[in-house]
């Protein structure tokens, strides 16, 4: 496994904790100890751990981002970790040394986000019984992220571009524009073009903040991660409660591998939580997970099981003589019947990268040949 010198992996907005380096196993003997003098990592790069090649170039990314002062729009699936990212770019940038101000368009009514994001004076409407500063101007020479921004409400979405057009901000009840230097960062899980589309969303806001765009692959486009994600969550439960250190078993590895994972990071601490609540050995087995069987394939452990079978060991005997190519493309042809057609479990079980397998099956198709269709509509199966 490609292991990169950047430290981490992406973990959601909620899940940002300090983690052991890889290769620094805990012993079992002392274990409260280990997890009571457990240092942070640096400020430049907590909450950033990635192994799986799909991140190192959003990596790549957000560092040459973070050295400019443009918007950007951050988009990918709930529970990617899509305010680490902008976090990271936050502490990589000139404005480190400011004010990092998170709102969550849409956690707040839409009554309350305009004075959340705006602030107002005392006496404005009722019940403002005091000045009150809002997010914007609290971000102040840092930065503001505006999490799930597809939610606000387009009256608001108004009013929040001409306050980055103009670069100042007018408190409700207020006399006098505040001049703002603030750097923008939006996040969404939806397809802000599509909302455009729909009329949902201001499309002059849209283009206002997609100057530069950062796009967080699921769980399921980068299963590198996983077995590195999983390792991390045992560390960080087994230090909760006293727990003794666990590992998974090989089964229960593939389970985790071959999981579409909906809820993506989060889902996926959840599951080893829960896991580790249920596991009263040193080993989680596959049924502690609960993650249920895999859609549209077979795990990892039933593909071993399947080569080992008498009759598909005759089967390769047919290989041998035949030129490589087409032995190639049998295989993956074969495998993907295997998998119902998943592309990421066929990469995972042959050891090719996405790209890889896709530009094969692009190959396959242009030569007329039939190929398995995907499992999967979602973003990383096609």
């Known amino acids: ?44 790069t907590q909450g950033l751990v990635y192994r799986d090649p799909a991140m190192f170039a959003v990596v790549q990314r957000a560092e040459r981002i973070a050295r400019s002062d443009a918007s950007v729009l951050v988009h990918g699936e709930s529970g990617t970790g899509k305010e680490v990212i902008a976090r990271f770019i936050h502490r990589n940038s000139p404005r480190a040394n400011g004010p990092f101000v998170a709102v969550n368009c849409a956690a707040i009514p839409e009554q309350l986000l305009e004075s959340e994001l705006f602030g107002h004076e005392r006496g404005a409407f009722s019940g403002a019984l005091g000045q009150r500063i809002g997010k914007l101007e609290a971000a102040q020479n840092g930065t503001i992220l505006l999490d799930e921004i597809s939610e ?3 009256r608001l979405q108004a009013k929040l571009l001409r306050a980055l057009q103009e670069r100042e901000v007018d408190r409700i009840g207020g006399r006098a524009p505040i001049r703002l230097n603030v750097r923008i960062i939006a996040t969404t899980n939806k397809d802000l ?21 950062v796009h967080l692959p699921s769980l399921r486009e980068r299963p590198l991660d996983i077995p590195a994600l999983a390792e991390h969550f045992i560390e960080k439960y087994r ?3 006293g727990r003794s250190v666990r590992q998974l078993s ?24 829960r896991a580790l609540v249920l596991t009263t050995d040193g080993v989680i087995g596959v049924n502690a997970l609960e993650v249920g069987p895999p859609s549209g394939g077979s795990s990892l452990a039933e593909a071993t099981s399947y080569a080992r079978r008498p009759d598909v060991a ?23 019947q295997l998998t119902g057609g998943n592309r990421t479990r066929t990469a ?13 099956i692009s190959l396959y198709a242009a ?8 499992s999967v509509s979602r973003i990383g199966e096609s």
């Open 152 to 154: 606000m409400d387009r």
């Open 314 to 336: 005759d089967y390769a005997a047919g290989f041998i003589g035949r030129p490589l190519h087409l032995v190639e493309r049998d295989v993956i042809i074969g495998t993907l």
């Open 367 to 374: 030569q007329g040949i039939a190929v398995p269709p995907s």
């Open 348 to 360: 995972l079980m042959l050891g090719l990268s996405i790209r890889a397998l896709r530009n094969k």
């Open 239 to 241: 230090c909760d409660g």
């Open 193 to 213: 073009e599509q909302e455009v589309a729909r009329q949902t969303f201001r499309e002059d806001l849209y283009f206002r903040l997609n100057v530069v765009a």
């Open 250 to 273: 090989p089964a229960a590895l593939a389970a985790l591998i071959t999981h579409d994972w909906p809820g993506n990071v989060r889902e996926l601490e959840n599951t080893i939580h």
């Open 1 to 44: 496994m490609t292991v990169f010198s950047a430290p981490g992996f992406l973990v959601p907005d909620d899940l940002e904790t300090s983690f052991q380096p890889a290769g620094e196993a805990v012993p079992a003997r002392g274990a409260a100890l280990a997890c009571a003098r457990r240092e942070p990592p640096s400020p430049a």
